[in-house]
């Protein structure tokens, strides 16, 4: 009889365990139990303390789950889970506190569990309308698609009266209501337009209250969505012509009153979690450089680069030998116009740069396609010239445009949701809004560099006497050139070891120098940073040594003194230094175990250390602006089970041809898309899942070309599409056959894949949305928190087909028929 009860709250006992770890569980537990009967009530209770009891129980997972198992080691008992079980483990302990039957009991039902796995199949056994491929299909995420709320939205289902006009009404319901609008069901047989008015006179609450409206209430339609061959929701706005401040304040008073009882809608803000979680995963692993131009009168100059892990690297390939960018003349006013000048929304080229160093001096040589184009024997000249050097790179440049408009996203949160919701919502501040007042347009700098293409270039011939003639292409040095403004972009911390600030004497030695007294500003596990009295001549890279005279008084274990570290960073005024622990330590006990046992011994007093921006605000205001304008193809690996699977794919301002290829074949339900057929057989499943385990975060993105060949006259997908994939730098010549297949017969598309491992979720970025759900669907918050925890890799399709083709042994007339065959079927797909 208990287990029967027990059975019948499972919803509220999911939301009540995930709260037990909260110091104000009881207050929790009471208004969560609050119109639950007292035998009811005590059985729930009962349950709680049984899942809250501390237990010793060891797991062992061999030969129960699909994934791997290892052993795992908690509190000296040693378990023997997978890397999911683990993940849960660490998650629930965290949240828990303690390893208790509550822990124990998640681990065991992993969706890769054997058991778990039958039971869902069972399940699904009985389930017959949902689509295979709507099953398997990963969701697409739009990015920046979600908006705020002027108002909650009750889920509120009354009988309705619509008048269609000419005294033509018809029956109806409504699934949700506000101040301010609704969606109702009606007929879908009723023709009704985007525009309309309609009147709707809620019956279902005529019947219990006085409203005084005879005539109803006064709707515009805003969209009308099929339902069922049967029903159609239509989406309302009030036009308020009534101006009826008795019925606003009822109805208001209303929601405000029911919205426990009857649920507020949240799809919209567990919409806007979805996409940001997705957002702050995509954006530190793009492999392009952002950069920002700003117009001055009437002048285009870039003025701002954000900068991430992934992209970092090519700001530094265009700084010179005194660490000055030289962006404002590569991307120069000439060459910005030109682009602007090239078709579609997104304008494309390929830039090729090399460097030369003379006196000291580094020189950047660079070249636009466009530019090329205009003179064959020039662009031998150049691509062949400029192949045969180390520092040869070519970069595919898109631009579009900008606004800094776009540099504020509110909370998806509707204002009268919390009194701090208005708080919340702030612009970027002043001094960061003066950076991008003026930006116009933004452009992705990626990297498309390949040995193919080095080889295939380094096989033109080119007259050695008419090098000279490069130097148009060449630039001199400005003594005060524009500056460029480098932003890093924030996002979750994702660093090893935390820092905390803590003040401690310490000693700088350096080999063959006379020691300089400082002082600790902050430390880790793995590393220090320290403030010198007076400037130090160490450079990045030098081993130095580090005394720590008060510290070494509070412990006799460790020597704190003569410890080696390597210098990481040094500041411009040469007395602040970045140290981390050097590898080449033979010390039995380092500096590492020192930190370790002062950290995890002073927990509770230590002060994490905040990175502070040099602009406030800035790196937000410039992410929000990236989020608006993405144009390529990112999408996601989930773990499934013992391997990954494309699990959600990205979609932004511009989607690419292979967004409207795949869409154009999508017959399943809206919102997912069939991505397996782009993808050799068992790639993903096998070949990236194995790749990626050996990858760290911190590790560079792996690298891929993918080959694909496309027959838009077979109606199926998995027929339509042939690819190969190969690691970057692999021999292409066992594809001559296919690419030269594709060209003459169907369309080629070349990308570059990029993969990164991904780290954990910024779930402070997504706190204040998860908390509203929280508040009234808590089972709801933490499954969108641990869909994201699934997310395992960051990949990024570029599209490098017209480089590629320059580099082909093929007739020209093939290639060229083939860019009209697919020029042709892009249009048509977009007409």
């Not at 000419?166 to 609008?181: V, Y």
Request: overall charge positive; some cysteine.
């Amino acid at each position: 009889m208990a287990e029967d009860k027990l059975q019948k709250y499972q919803p509220l006992i999911k939301e009540l365990k995930s709260q037990l770890g909260d110091p104000n569980f009881d207050r929790i537990f009471d208004q969560m139990t609050s119109d639950i009967s007292k035998p009811d009530k005590f059985l729930l209770k009962m349950e709680m303390s049984r899942l809250s009891q501390p237990i010793a129980r060891f797991i062992d997972l061999r030969g129960q789950v699909a994934g791997e198992v290892i052993p795992y080691e908690y509190d000296g008992k040693q378990h023997f889970m997978d890397d999911l079980a683990i993940e849960v483990f660490e998650r629930e302990i965290a949240r828990h506190g303690k390893y208790t039957l509550a822990v124990y009991e998640e681990v065991m039902h992993t969706e890769n569990n054997f058991r778990v796995m039958q039971k869902a199949q069972d399940s699904e056994s009985l389930v017959e309308d949902i689509a295979p491929e709507q099953v398997d299909s990963p969701q697409l995420i739009r990015f920046a698609s979600y908006e705020s709320r002027i108002e909650e939205r009750m889920n509120y289902s009354i009988k309705i009266s619509i008048e269609l006009g000419k005294g033509h009404s018809i029956r109806g319901t409504t699934s949700d209501i506000s101040l301010s609008g609704a969606k109702i069901k009606m007929p879908a047989k009723e023709r009704i337009k985007q525009g309309q008015i309609v009147s709707i006179r809620l019956i279902g609450l005529e019947q219990e209250f006085e409203l005084g409206l005879k005539g109803g209430i006064q709707y515009e339609v805003v969209a009308i969505e099929p339902l069922s061959r049967e029903l159609s929701h239509v989406r309302l706005k009030r036009t308020f012509i009534e101006n009826s401040s008795s019925f606003d304040e009822f109805l208001d008073s209303f929601i405000h009153g029911n919205k426990r009882r009857y649920k507020i809608n949240l799809d919209n803000t567990m919409d806007a979690i979805i996409c940001k979680g997705y957002e702050q995963y995509y954006q530190p692993r793009v492999n392009s450089l952002f950069i920002f131009i700003t117009e001055k009168d009437k002048l285009l100059l870039p003025s701002i680069a954000l900068t991430n892990e992934n992209n970092a690297n090519i700001h530094y390939y265009f700084e010179d030998e005194r660490k000055t960018s030289c962006l404002y003349q590569v991307l120069s006013q000439a060459r910005l116009e030109a682009m602007l000048s090239l078709p579609n929304a997104v304008k494309e080229s390929t830039l090729y740069c090399f460097t030369h160093i003379k006196d000291g001096k580094m020189y950047h040589y660079s070249a636009f396609d466009f530019e090329l184009a205009k003179q064959a024997q020039l662009r031998s000249l150049f691509i062949a010239y400029g192949a045969n050097k180390s520092s040869w790179r070519t970069f595919k440049v898109q631009l579009m445009p900008s606004h800094h408009e776009d540099a504020f996203i509110p909370l998806s949160l509707p204002k009268n949701a919390g009194k701090n919701v208005e708080k919340l919502n702030k612009r970027p501040p002043p001094r960061a809004q003066s950076y991008i007042d003026n930006v116009k347009y933004l452009i992705l700098l990626t990297d498309i560099s390949s040995e193919h293409q080095r080889t295939a270039y380094q096989k033109v011939t080119f007259d050695k006497r008419l090098v000279n003639q490069l130097k148009v292409f060449g630039r001199g040095k400005a003594l005060n050139p524009p500056k460029l403004e480098v932003v890093s972009l924030e996002y979750v911390n994702l660093r090893a070891h935390k820092r905390y600030l803590y003040k401690t004497a310490t000693i700088l030695h350096v080999d063959g120098a006379a020691e300089v007294q400082g002082y600790t500003l902050d430390f880790s596990v793995m590393g220090l940073q320290i403030q010198l009295a007076q400037p130090s001549t160490v450079t990045k890279g030098d081993i130095v040594h580090i005394d720590l005279p008060e510290l070494q008084k509070i412990t006799k274990q460790y020597t704190l003194s003569n410890l080696r570290y390597e210098v990481m960073a040094v500041s411009k005024t040469k007395t602040t230094i970045n140290l981390k622990v050097s590898k080449l330590t033979d010390s039995p006990k380092t500096a590492s175990d020192f930190f370790k046992l002062l950290i995890d011994s002073n927990k509770d007093k230590l002060q994490p250390c905040k990175e502070t921006p040099r602009v406030p605000g800035l790196s937000t205001a410039l992410r929000n602006m990236i989020t608006k304008s993405v144009c390529q193809f990112p999408f996601y690996l989930h773990k499934e089970a013992s391997h990954f699977k494309v699990g959600s794919v990205g979609i932004g301002l511009y989607p690419t041809p292979i967004h409207h290829l795949l869409m154009q074949y999508h017959y399943g339900k809206q919102g997912y898309l069939n991505v397996k057929p782009l993808f050799p057989s068992g790639f993903i499943e096998n070949t990236l899942t194995e790749a990626v385990k050996k990858h760290s975060r911190k590790s560079k993105p792996l690298k891929y070309n993918l080959f694909v060949s496309f027959d838009n006259t077979e109606k199926d997908l998995s027929k339509a599409i042939k690819s190969h994939c190969i690691e970057k730098g692999e021999p292409q010549e066992s594809l001559s056959l296919f690419l030269k297949k594709a060209i003459t017969k169907n369309m080629l598309f070349v990308f570059h894949l990029h993969v990164s491992k991904t780290g954990r979720p910024d779930t402070d970025y997504l706190a204040n949305e998860l908390r509203y759900v929280s508040h009234y669907a808590l089972h709801k918050a933490k499954e969108l928190e641990e869909g994201l925890w699934k997310v395992t890799g960051v990949c990024d399709l570029i599209d490098v087909t017209d480089e590629h083709l320059r580099t082909l042994e093929l007739d020209n007339k093939l290639i060229t028929a083939m860019r009209l065959r697919k020029q042709t079927w892009l249009k048509s797909l977009l007409n």
